[in-house]
């Protein structure tokens, strides 16, 4: 592996992706195929080996399907450098990106590691789902120049990535992490407070409580309860979203049904007993052949391209929708 990542090719400093798992892959993809130079870190050169044999078929998907500022797939690959060396990936990152397990200890360790060997003017920033921005900036020397960003799987296709202050983060942090996202295509959303979960996987966590408290009430199969899902208001959340879609219903008429419906809904604040059983049975899903559906006679790796592709058609359309705001501004409107 190349120890001495070279900076891209008008000089500037790379940024760095800690940790070459999925998350720090898929990322280190979505940095190419947008244009950016980046360097994946990881200390296993095993890993680091399987994540860039990984990353050369992403990327060649990508640039088939259009993604991406070029048509030169041996371009997109280059601008991702590997290195086993920390200080040879981070000593002059301005940005660095650490992707490593959710687990505070283990993140810890690598903020102690990298505020030793990274520029005191590095903004990290942290991919966790569900851990506190201002619990992790405590274990750092520089809190102020700590945040989250919170990417969706596939990082290299799903287009929004949250920003999240800690109490501590400067504006100069969330503006180094926002300006990094939006040169590489993707469309950050600044969260302005450090809550559990953020935005999307609040409001993911609660329609799958509500998800699986129908399935284990029997009131659906598993597939058409995703049927239902994909076929109803998934199809229009691309477009409409969730509060805008409100203003198109009517808000009298969505008062109405919340008023109907919240008290009626699952309430409980622990995982529903079917969702229990299956992670203590060993079924954890496509990884492990079997979880609500039974993937064992499945080829994954098409499973997984096709589920990409997928998501693909999706992107194009969430960007068609997107285009040019239609919705007025906050500030026009009457009071």
Not at 123 to 148: D, K, W
Not at 178 to 203: C, H, M, Q, W, Y
């Amino acid at each position: 592996m190349d120890d001495q990542p070279s900076e891209s090719g008008e000089g500037a400093p790379r940024p760095a992706i800690i940790g070459a798992g999925t998350m720090g892959r898929n990322i280190a993809v979505a940095s190419a195929v947008g244009g950016q130079p980046v360097t994946l870190f990881d200390i296993d050169e095993d890993a680091l080996a399987e994540a860039e044999a990984e990353i050369r078929s992403t990327v060649g998907t990508l640039v088939d399907r259009g993604v991406g500022d070029t048509t030169d797939v041996s371009a997109v690959r280059d601008r991702v450098a590997y290195a086993t060396d920390l200080a040879a990936a981070v000593g002059d990152a301005p940005l660095i990106v650490e992707a490593v397990t959710e687990d505070r200890e283990v993140k810890a360790a690598v903020y102690e590691d990298l505020e030793r060997e990274a520029p005191t003017t590095a903004t990290i920033a942290t991919n966790t789902s569900s851990l506190s921005i201002t619990e992790l900036a405590s274990s750092l020397s520089h809190p102020e120049r700590f945040c989250g960003m919170h990417w969706f799987h596939p990082a290299h296709i799903v287009p929004v990535v949250e920003v999240v202050y800690g109490d501590r983060t400067t504006d100069e942090a969330v503006d180094t992490a926002t300006a990094f996202l939006e040169s590489i295509g993707k469309d950050p959303v600044v969260v302005e407070r450090d809550i559990p979960g953020f935005i999307a996987n609040r409001i993911q966590s609660a329609m799958a409580r509500e998800a699986w408290a129908l399935l284990e009430s029997g009131v659906a199969s598993a597939e058409d309860i995703d049927r239902a899902v994909k076929g109803t208001f998934g199809f229009r959340l691309p477009t409409l979203g969730v509060l805008e879609k409100g203003d198109h219903s009517g808000l009298d008429v969505h008062h109405k049904v919340l008023t109907e419906l919240l008290g009626e809904i699952d309430r409980q604040r622990e995982p529903a007993p079917v969702l229990t059983e299956l992670v203590e049975a060993g079924r954890h899903g496509v990884k492990t052949d079997r979880g609500v559906y039974d993937w064992s006679d499945a080829d994954l790796d098409r499973v997984t391209a096709e589920r990409d592709q997928r998501l693909l058609d999706q992107l194009e359309v969430y960007r068609a929708a997107r285009g040019p705001p239609d919705v007025p501004d906050e500030s026009e409107s009457d009071p």
